[in-house]
């Protein structure tokens, strides 16, 4: 497994960083709202471009993993400039940005800010603007009340936090209400049984995107986490094509 190193950012946040050079467009996977980089999403990518020889990088976000912080503090403006630091430190070159649930949300902000570098994008379930559509009149109206919001987790025994200082910050970030100027190759997959994103938004971020060249990948059955071996293999054979695009 590739080293476990810490990015110190100015203000004393450190972000753990797992990075292996290699030849060709570097792999950048960006994980997913509450996970981090040791998912099996992410691991799995990171064997397969081993076994390739293609950089990659994964990251925690502060106050996830491995990385410090407290969970609670987050936002996305501050995911966003932790990701683009960890790119801009310890990586060169063209980019292929793969991006989980949130992560996509993070992916496609990364990439209009970075359009020299960024040669392809695959976004796994990806979630933009779900501050605007992932929450209920009542649940906002809590967020706005009590700054803070916990839910049942389907993934684990600790209810799921949502703070007032994430939601500010997703609701000033949003991209699907106009054309997201983003011309690059991009890969969507996205399961029709999905319960935290629904397919719509998919379609939606499709329908959105500038680029000529966007492809959705739907999978049949497939719930959020897409981590059954099949759609594994559907996200590598995603992933192979990009790579052989941007060579």
């Known amino acids: 497994m590739t080293e476990l190193h810490f990015l110190n950012l100015p203000d004393g946040r450190r972000i753990a960083t797992r990075f292996r050079p290699g030849s060709g467009p570097t792999l950048v996977f ?3 709202y509450a996970s981090d980089m040791e998912g099996s999403k992410a691991v799995a990518l990171d064997g397969w471009a081993a076994e390739r020889g293609l950089p990659m990088l994964r990251l925690d976000y502060s106050g996830t993993g491995s990385s410090s912080g407290r969970f609670e503090e987050g936002t996305l403006a501050r995911w966003i400039e932790e990701a683009g630091a960890a790119i801009d430190q310890l990586t060169g070159g063209p980019l292929i940005l793969v991006g989980s649930s949130m992560g996509g949300w993070i992916m496609l902000h990364l990439a209009l800010q970075r359009p020299e570098r960024v040669a392809g994008l695959l976004g796994i379930a990806a979630a933009p ?3 605007d559509w ?3 009149a009542a649940e906002k109206e809590t967020l706005h009340g009590g700054g803070r919001l916990e839910q049942p987790n389907p993934y684990g025994p600790e209810p799921q936090l949502t703070a007032l200082g994430f939601w500010q910050s997703g609701e000033q970030h949003k991209l699907l209400g106009s054309e997201i100027a983003i011309d690059v190759p991009v890969r969507l997959i996205h399961g029709d049984r999905d319960e935290d994103v629904p397919l719509d938004i998919a379609f939606r ?15 049949k059955g497939g719930g959020h986490r897409l981590s059954a071996p099949h759609e594994i293999a559907a996200i590598l054979r995603l992933a192979d094509g990009l790579v052989e695009l941007a060579r």
């Open 30 to 32: 960006l994980p997913g």
């Open 129 to 131: 603007d779900f501050t």
């Open 134 to 136: 992932g929450y209920t």
């Open 205 to 219: 971020l499709k329908d959105a995107l500038r680029s000529a060249d966007v492809q959705l990948t739907v999978i």
